[in-house]
């Protein structure tokens, strides 16, 4: 029963650990060896290293890894170097750079520089590049063989150099391309024991009608190719960049400014241009002006929201342009709104529909605020969202509620000073109580403690097993409300009436069980 429980385990158990990514086993490359420590299972991350053998080169990645089951990047190959024998020299009539003539190996992408024994002229270039194995000797041309005649000819192209009856083995003539034509090989074609050797090849050049260029509205872009001839001519190889004309855009893609033909051979494809227009735009909660039904690149409108929006995004002028890529910015009126509160410390939002510093307030949307703690508020407690996306007032502050005094008849500040925060205390002489209650206990001569110019507040009481009424989000000072207790429950204190004081409502309503 042990071991069929262990099998059902092992079985649970297998296909997680065969989910993970494996790769296979890292294949082999040519004149080359893996140098890291083979492994029985390669993992995901797991990385492999190569080396090639002496003399050769490694052409891509040193180290290769294992991601996603698959091996990353490219498996790197090992290019071969030259070997040049002191045979093939001597055949060739060929020394190296130097005056040697022996066995060389060169590595790949390495350069070789040659030499041609006395009465041989050397056909260039004598620089040659080993690569991946083979390199390419130069011809060396006897200067005791036999003249060639007439010099050779080529099509779309020119000699350039001394035209002569005769031509001694080893002497050359130049060419030239004519215009707008691309030259291929040596540009010199040299006299070989009679014969000549082959000359370069001038390719054509890529034709483009300007009168097509007329029909699409495209003009060259920087003036390239200024020649007024019927046609534009592109040399082998190069490129022309061609642009769309004032008001008009590329038709496969607009956002593109330029378009490029390279000459490679084949006809150029000439690109098409199309009129930049705007229909007229539909913009919910707003107007515009002028009205057309076809608008045209640069043309601009201006932007009218409605009461109580606004225009996104507001550029000033509220105007938009046509362009290539549409209206812009693209015409919309949205609903004012207030940038959130960003409410100082001890100041919170007591009532509002958006209780949350990060959301959203609209037009209309009241908030008022309240302070935390014994504070009371300098400035205005309430703002509104106003229709131009401010505030009416500023947020206020939260500050501790002081008094001050110069002189208590019959009586001492227990401490000399001439700000008082609330709750500190004086006394009374032998002989003298207080005339405004028990936190006024001597009359001031001056200015102490005057609750109707204190700002108190009193937030709604949390009664339990009971209700109160009015029901409010804020109270001020004096205040009351009214309190009665669900059946089964009485209040603590009796009288039903509570009153916001300074020190908080009083009495503070509970109800308890009868």
Known sequence: M??????????LLWPGCSSQNVCEEPDDIDFGEIVTTEKAKYLENDRVQYRCYLGYVLEGPEWIQCQGQEWTPHLPKCLAPCHITRQQLATKKLFVFGGQRKTKIIQSNHNLQFQCDEGHVLVPPSVRKCVDGHIELPLCISERGKNCSASPRIEN????SLSEKWYRSGSSVEFR???YYAMVGQNRSFCDNGTWTKGPVCLDPCMIPRAELESQKIDVKDGMNPNESENIFVQRGHSIELTCRIGYALEADSSQSVSKIHCDGTPPVIPKCKEITC???????GTFRPQRTLYHDGDLIRIQCDSGFTFEPDNGEKVVECTKNGWSPPPKCIINKCPPIATPRN?????GEKTQMNEDFLVGDLVIF???????????????????????????ECIEITCQADYIENGNLLSQKFIYKEGERFSCNEGYTDVNGPDALCRLTTYFYSYSSIEIQCFPPEVRNGQFRPRQNQYMYNDVIETTCNEGFVLERPGKVSKC??????PHPVCKRK
Request: include cysteine; charge should be positive; proline fraction near 6%.
């Open 2 to 11: 042990k071991s069929w429980l262990l099998l059902v385990v092992a079985f």
């Open 157 to 160: 192209g020119d000699i350039i």
């Open 177 to 179: 391309c004519q215009m």
């Open 279 to 285: 229909n007229s735009p539909r913009i919910p909660n």
């Open 347 to 351: 100041v919170r939002i007591i009532q």
């Open 370 to 396: 309240g302070c935390i703690g014994n504070l009371k508020i300098k400035g205005s407690n309430k703002t509104t969202c106003t229709s131009d996306g401010t505030w009416s007032t500023p947020v206020p």
């Open 501 to 506: 004081t300074k020190n908080g409502w009083d």
